[in-house]
């Protein structure tokens, strides 16, 4: 059985002491940083920028209507909280290069969860990975040569190069410049307020 997401399961932006993106965590993680006064709330909603500590921020929650119809709540014996879409830790101003994990998920969100042969969307359960160039004939297992498949082409394809099979990718793999996970977060409106912090191009923020 899967667990059902809770509002302490939401992404939080987390940005160093200078602004710079540099995670995604989870809101659970995000109130304890708070709580331990170990950073602030960033609110970037309409535009404007606002900070708050965790005691003003929970005062600021109790004016419902200043939030989004997106906003996530947290309810406590006391009060309702909002959770926070972006904060800032106070004390860290390194900012770390990570490279983007190569593993199946985030070739899943790099292509959408769209078979490179159909063009179909599928359920991450009737997708597979196929290498472009079967591992038989040397090919990596790169992001170049890794692509989202239905179980349907992968069958036909088989051990075969594209043009071996007489099948045509739809797009050329290419390796993402920043997650794509977090590629698919901003494409919904929720998280809209982050783009300010991401608009450069090499910046690679790491999905925890």
Known sequence: MIAQATALDASVLVLNRVYMAIRVTTARRAFGLLCGERAEV???????????????????????????????????????????KIIRLLGYDRFPVRRIKLNRANVYARDRSTCQYCGRRFATSELTLDHVVPRHMGGASSWENLVCCCVRCNGKKGGKTPAQAHMRLIRPPVR????????????????????????????TVELE
């Open 42 to 84: 960033i609110n970037a909603e309409g535009g404007r920028f606002s900070s708050y500590s965790f005691e003003s921020w929970t005062e600021v929650s109790a004016f419902r209507e200043m939030f989004s119809p997106h906003t996530d709540w947290v309810h406590t014996v006391r009060r309702t909280i909002a959770v926070p």
């Open 176 to 203: 993402p410049r920043r997650s794509p996970v977090l590629t698919v977060r901003l494409s919904q409106d929720k998280y809209a307020c982050w783009q300010a912090f991401l608009d450069n191009a090499y910046w």
